[in-house]
């Protein structure tokens, strides 16, 4: 089945510092999806990405679909506290009988020291 | 965005038991689907909720186990049956919805389950 790798699997770092997550997929997947989970919260989702090539903001956050579509991105600058939580990226496949399934990564666990 | 609730938010239940989690979509949504997300772990998709007609499985997951219905557009249930320790987890349906004219897809807040 499809598999998603995401790094790093933690990141420590200082307020006001970028970060740069991504995720590598075996297989093609025809949307994106980036959430950050909360303790004892449901995934939110940040960014969607639809197109090969594609990068989107969101405030803070930039995410790009990749060319070959088996990977993404997700960068945030100027880190502040309450960028602390559970990243993921999620791959969704688009036709047949796996239509809206999300595959997940792994997540990567950011800690921001004030 | 859609406005997705869970109950309960949280349970402790005794092996053998069985819990029904619903969750209720403030609007009629097509796509509906159920998660688990064991401790420290990432979400892996159980089913989809179709409405009218069963829930499709996922690799793993069976119909005897993990019993779905789905009675209206903006409803669902999850029965997690005949449970033991290793049903400890989070329980989490999500929602695929419109947004800036693609499908994409929204989640509940989850339930969490202990099972001692």
């Known amino acids: 089945g499809q598999q998603l790798n995401q790094s790093p699997q933690s990141m420590f770092i200082q307020e006001g510092e970028d970060v740069s997550m991504n995720c590598t997929s075996s297989s093609i997947f025809n949307t994106w999806l980036w959430y950050k989970q909360d303790p004892g919260e449901g995934p939110v989702l940040l960014i969607a990405l639809y197109k090969a090539g594609e990068l989107t903001s969101n405030g803070r956050l930039t995410a790009q679909f990749g060319i070959t579509r088996k990977d993404s991105f997700l960068n945030i600058s100027a880190s502040i506290p309450s960028d602390v939580g559970i990243y993921f990226c999620?791959?969704?496949?688009?036709?047949?009988?796996?239509?809206?399934?999300?595959?997940f990564g792994q997540g990567t666990i950011l800690t921001v020291h004030p | 965005s859609a406005v997705i609730s869970q109950k309960p938010s949280r349970d402790i239940c005794q092996r053998g038991t069985s819990l029904t989690i619903q969750c209720q979509v403030d609007s009629q949504v097509t796509m509906m689907f159920w998660y688990r997300q064991q401790p420290g772990q990432s979400l892996t998709l159980i089913a989809t909720a179709n409405q009218g007609s069963e829930a499709t499985y996922e690799s793993g997951f069976v119909i005897d186990k993990f019993p779905i219905s789905r009675p209206n557009l903006t409803f669902s249930t999850l029965t997690v049956s005949n449970m033991s320790p290793e049903d400890s987890s989070i329980y989490l349906c999500s929602v695929e919805r419109l947004a800036g004219g693609q499908e994409t897809q929204y989640f509940g807040p989850g339930t969490r389950l202990l099972v001692l």
């Open positions: 999620a791959g969704q496949d688009a036709g047949g009988t796996s239509y809206g399934k999300l595959t």
